[in-house]
């Protein structure tokens, strides 16, 4: 058998869990969320070093959003479950189930669970990428001027 077979594999999902996937905090810094988890499903073990990318699974519960932040890095991001919004930047969108975002180097972005069941979603970025950046108190207050991001917008 090749390397490159031996390298293969499936990992196996039930109800949104991948089996042998941890299911971790979304982020243990004190940036501003509420009730996200990940799990990263490809990209990060020792035998996947040869992918340029990391596959990641995050789930928000009914309440909840992930941080306002930005990157140097783009984001594809393919929602599998529930219904949410995003802001991107000066807007929000509306999320469903099968939508795809794009989100552009540099976009202040945050999403948020509009339903009652969790947002789940997969999240396709660069293996090396930069930190999140937080926007300062004048971007946010710019931000807060759209007035459909700052009926959404939490910080």
């Known amino acids: 058998m090749s390397e490159f ?12 869990r991948w089996e042998g996937v941890p299911v971790r905090e979304y982020k243990t810094d004190g940036t501003h969320f509420r009730d996200v988890t990940r ?5 990060e073990g020792d035998h996947e070093q040869a992918l340029n990318f990391v596959t990641r699974y995050f789930e928000i519960q009914p309440g909840g959003y992930s941080t306002l932040e930005r990157h140097d890095h ?9 219904q949410g919004e995003v802001i991107l930047q000066d ?3 509306a999320l ?18 509009t339903g009652d ?13 930069d930190r999140p950046q937080l926007p300062d108190d004048n971007e946010a207050a710019a931000l807060a001027q759209v007035d459909a991001v700052a009926q959404r917008l939490k910080r």
Request: charged fraction near 20%; glycine fraction near 4%.
């Open 5 to 16: 077979s031996d390298q293969s594999k499936v990992i196996n999902a039930h109800s949104y």
């Open 39 to 43: 799990q990263t499903l490809l990209g």
């Open 74 to 82: 783009p984001h594809s991001v393919v929602v599998l479950r529930g």
């Open 91 to 93: 807007r929000v969108e």
């Open 96 to 113: 469903s189930p099968h939508d795809v975002v794009y989100i552009a180097p540099q976009t202040v972005h945050q999403f948020h669970v």
């Open 117 to 129: 069941e969790p947002l789940g979603f997969l999240c396709i970025v660069d293996r090396e990428r």
